[in-house]
């Protein structure tokens, strides 16, 4: 996936401090200094803060005065990436899930609750400890895991009965890796496995897909939301049939000339399938290597998973046994340390992980415990004000994930029956890395006609729909007659208010609701009636994507066949779209999103 493959809760923001010059600039007496480092073409040069030399008060006074990314990569010197690449091999050929693309036969198990159930963390009244730690952001991970099935909205169909769709799956391909890295993006795996054993059975090869037709292609996708995914594919398949034989090409390079490739899934592809040594970066690796090296900014910081996050992930990536002279011993294949990575980091490494439970392979390597413990030890808990010149940490970083472990320490007091130097363990785990920012969904209220009519032969209802432009939100998929009364991207227009500010969505009455539905009908041409046909459905339904909130008030009727402005059952329209009646095979066999299905479920 371009972006992070499992849905990212949201966590809390450490609580703001305002920086103060009179606080003490010291910890535990030992006054700050530069911190000694590399130079940027030498990063695998030992440092003197090396992780495994320094005790828990060192490593934190360096780490508070550190100003380079070297200090950084300084914790993935050879030796110690190497024994970070072992445990994350060994790790990953025992734990891993299994999963259609990677070769596995079903049952798949695509959720990584199970890890979760695995944990023996746990307070005194048994609730498991991460609970706790993290209570703000479960509230939230619940609203947005809706959020994610309402924008991504995943048919609800089980790896069993999917596995009956393509119970032979069992070859890895570049192909196969494409088509799954593609679906992953901003979609839970678990929700991905049915949808991919039904493409690769319908679309078993490249030529296949290229050959396929646009309505094809989106009746498979329907449900998993980011419709554009499906068109780039399609686009892509048809260039790799063209240009390349229809063999998926085994470099970096060549992939990325591909439509809907980027960096990540290009070196997902070239790695897994093809062995080629590149690293793999997306949100899940940000944050593994975050807590293995303590950078204090967010995951989506784009010098961290656009830049230097590929130079630390390829310090693992590249890393041999100091015996090694030839390069030769090389211990996992490419593929499976950067799968390793993205694992640990939906499961054992995700936002709620402690970085202490036993099956977490990286627990003696992270950083961010032992400033957990480091902080906790400490008698000073405040410090002066710093703005780190660290091209990886965010200028504030440093200090306000120091306060927010601090913070942390203080809430979990007394809290559990876990030991002290455990419970301040998981407070600098769960400071890293940084919450990103937080950005308010632009708002828009819009309109939706549900009209239908009684085929005269069938007798079966159908539905008028209209496809949507080819590009932008939902681009080519069909939806209800629909007309947009507010949007609040207009409302900000030449103001300069916080993105952070709540919207505050309008009531539109019905009045105009349906005024503005009838000069959208009128003007093209599709029909009329009128409004004693109508029946105003009075709840607004409320469907999220990533990006916008979708208010949707519904009007529904039922007219005649004479009530038709055309014969015909598909048509275009004066704005050069299509128009056409469905019945509910249509649909099926069309795709429909899944706004299409609350608003039809509500209207039958």
């Known amino acids: ?79 110690q990436a190497y024994a970070i690449r072992c445990a994350l091999v060994d790790w990953y050929r025992v734990n891993r899930r299994k999963l259609p693309w990677r070769g596995d036969i079903g049952p798949y198990n695509g959720s990584t609750a199970g890890f979760a159930k695995k944990s023996a963390m746990s307070d005194k009244k048994g609730r498991d400890i991460r609970n706790f730690f993290n209570a703000t952001s479960k509230a939230k991970s619940k609203t947005e895991e809706k959020t994610d099935n309402a924008h991504n909205d995943v048919q609800s169909t089980s790896s069993n009965d999917a596995e009956v769709l393509s119970p032979e799956l069992k070859e890895v391909s570049a192909y196969g890796v494409w088509v799954s890295e593609i679906m992953l993006q901003q979609t839970r795996v678990e929700a991905v496995i049915p949808y991919y054993l039904k493409w690769m059975t319908s679309f078993p090869t490249v030529e296949i897909l290229a050959d396929a037709t646009p309505d094809q292609v989106n009746s498979h996708w329907a449900g998993l939301g980011f419709y554009r995914r499906a068109r780039l594919l399609h686009q892509g398949a048809k260039r790799v049939v063209e240009e390349y034989g229809g063999v998926v090409p085994n470099t970096v390079e060549e992939l990325m000339n591909i439509e809907g490739i980027g960096r990540y899934t290009a070196s997902a592809i070239a790695s897994i399938a093809y062995g080629v040594e590149v690293p793999v970066v997306d949100g899940n690796v940000c944050r593994v290597l975050s807590r293995l090296t303590g950078v204090a900014n967010h995951i989506k910081a784009g010098v961290f998973k656009d830049d230097l996050g590929w130079v630390m992930a390829e310090k693992i990536l590249v890393a041999r046994a100091s015996n090694d002279c030839a390069g030769g011993n ?60 660290c091209r990886l940490c965010d200028p504030d970083g440093v200090f306000s994930v120091f306060y927010d472990i601090a913070d942390r320490i203080v809430e979990s007091s007394n809290a559990t029956n876990l030991s002290t130097a455990d419970l301040h363990a998981i407070s600098g785990h769960a400071a890293l890395p940084s919450p990103p920012p937080k950005k308010t969904k632009r708002e828009e209220v819009i309109a939706v006609a549900v009209i239908c009519i009684q085929d005269e032969n069938t007798a079966h209802n159908r539905w008028l729909m209209v496809k949507r432009p080819p590009s932008g939100l939902l681009a080519g998929q069909w939806e209800f007659p629909s007309v947009c009364l507010w949007d609040s991207s207009n409302e900000g227009k030449g103001k300069t208010a916080a993105s952070s500010k709540a ?34 459905i009075t709840d607004p339904i409320v469907h999220v994507f990533s990006h916008v909130c979708h208010t949707m008030y519904i009007e529904k009727c039922e007219v005649s066949s004479s009530g038709r402005c055309h014969a015909q059952n598909r048509w275009k329209l004066q704005d050069g779209r299509e128009a056409g009646w469905f019945n509910e095979e249509d649909m099926l066999s069309l795709g429909i999103t899944s706004g299409v299905r609350k608003i039809l479920s509500l209207t039958v």
């Open 1 to 79: 996936m371009e972006s992070q493959k499992e849905a990212e809760p949201s966590r809390r923001s450490p609580r703001k401090r305002t920086k103060q010059k009179s606080e003490p600039s010291e910890v535990q007496g030992v006054k700050k200094k530069a911190c000694k480092t590399t130079s940027n073409q030498d990063i695998n040069s030992s440092t003197s803060c090396n992780s495994l030399s320094l005790d828990n008060a060192k490593l934190l006074q360096d780490w508070l005065s550190h100003n380079h990314h070297s200090y950084h990569l300084s914790f993935l010197s050879p030796p």
């Open 330 to 389: 090389v211990y996992g294949s490419p593929g499976e340390v950067n799968q390793a990575l993205m694992e640990l980091g939906a499961t054992y490494c995700s936002p709620s992980g402690t970085g202490i439970e036993d099956g977490d392979p990286l627990k003696d390597f992270y950083v961010s415990t032992r400033l957990g413990r480091s902080i906790g030890a400490s008698k000073c808990k405040s410090i002066a004000s710093i703005h780190s010149k």
């Open 503 to 536: 919207i505050k969505v309008p009531q539109i009455n019905a009045a105009t609701r349906s005024a503005e539905l009838d000069s959208y009908l009128h003007l093209n041409g599709i029909l009329q009636y009128s409004s004693e046909e109508r029946i105003q």
